[in-house]
């Protein structure tokens, strides 16, 4: 069963952090509006999981197919890239309204593929740091994106120190989904962006959820869809907040009650496998969540493999909230009515 820590900052948040993500997701809604590549992502109801689990109800936020990407992500960076291109462009000439602009990021997952696309959208260059652990097969999708891919590092967090020093080097744009002192305007707008998925889950909903499970890497979707959960339903659902027990970033920093940078091997939950949180998503989370968990490989396997026997193909990243759910976790009993995040398809990159 998940290690679960109570978090006893809910409501205040951690001292000293002020800096919060937003709850107004209307300047996403209208930007996604214009784009032709967006369409609402299904909520969908999964009786058969429920009862295999043991819970009233399942709700799932489907992402596999979110604007051809096949993951929330599409949201986060191409949201940050399309403001700035809204900000500059001339008549209806959104093709070219970055034009010599370069975004750099690293990635450990799909991050990258929607920097890569958003600034292949409005005409500017994307160039991804990718760690020595990220399979190629994911660099060869971002290169089919017009990404430049550079190679850096053991693991995420060096990869994103290369990213910087690169950018900085160069005159290029940062665009990373985490924050640090000094660094909060991009990572603040990319959260924003996946402010959107909450926004149509709490409008596909019928009733509000009695416990959210939201799986986190440095925390940027997590806390969210966190801060849009209470401004919706207040103090009513329970959000627990899950990671891999090899980068308990959020975990540890709720533990020891400031940010601190966990230690750990390397998870197969890649895309979630980062062992420094994002400062503000620890804000917003240290005020919003209930509860902070660590998942096991053993369990995140096993959680993955029963989700695809019930139709729901992922990769342990993408199924990490639902894992723990079958997995087991107190306090969600019979009569539960738990929603979840499927954010990414099954594609193992």
Known sequence: MPITRSN??????LPNMTLYPTADAGAVGKLLSMCPAHAQTPLVEAPELAETVGVARITIKDERGRMGLGSFKALGAAFAIAREAAEVVE???????????????????????????????????????????????????????????????????????????????????????????????????????????????AVQIDTPPTHILLQAGVGGLAAAAAVYARSVWDDGPKI???????????????????????????????????????????????RDADTFLTLTEEEAAHGITVLGEHGFATTPSG???????????????????????????????
Request: aromatic share 8%.
């Open 91 to 201: 008549g209806d000439d959104w093709g070219s309204a970055l034009a010599g602009r370069v975004f750099v990021t690293a990635s450990a997952g799909n991050h990258g593929l929607s920097v890569a696309a958003g600034a292949n959208l409005f005409g500017a260059q994307a160039v991804i740091f990718l760690s020595n652990i990220v399979p190629e097969a994911f660099a060869t999708r971002l290169k089919a994106k017009g990404a430049q891919v550079e190679r850096a590092g053991a693991n995420y967090e060096e990869s994103m120190e290369a990213a910087l020093v690169w950018a900085a080097e160069k005159g290029y744009t940062l665009l990373s989904d985490s924050s640090w002192p000094g660094y909060t305007d991009p990572p603040f707008h990319v959260m924003e962006g996946y402010l959107q998925l909450a926004a149509e889950a």
């Open 8 to 13: 006893p900052f809910r409501g205040s948040g």
């Open 240 to 286: 627990i907040v899950v990671e891999p027990d090899q980068a308990p970033a959020l975990f540890d920093s709720i533990g020891a009650g400031e940010l601190v940078t966990s230690s750990g091997g390397v998870s197969e939950m890649g895309r979630l496998d980062c062992k420094t949180p994002s400062m503000i998503a620890l804000a917003g989370l240290s």
């Open 319 to 349: 199924g990490a909230g639902l894992a723990a759910l079958i997995a087991g976790i107190d306090g969600i009993g019979p009569d539960a009515h738990v929603m979840c995040i499927l954010s990414e398809g099954p594609e193992d990159v």
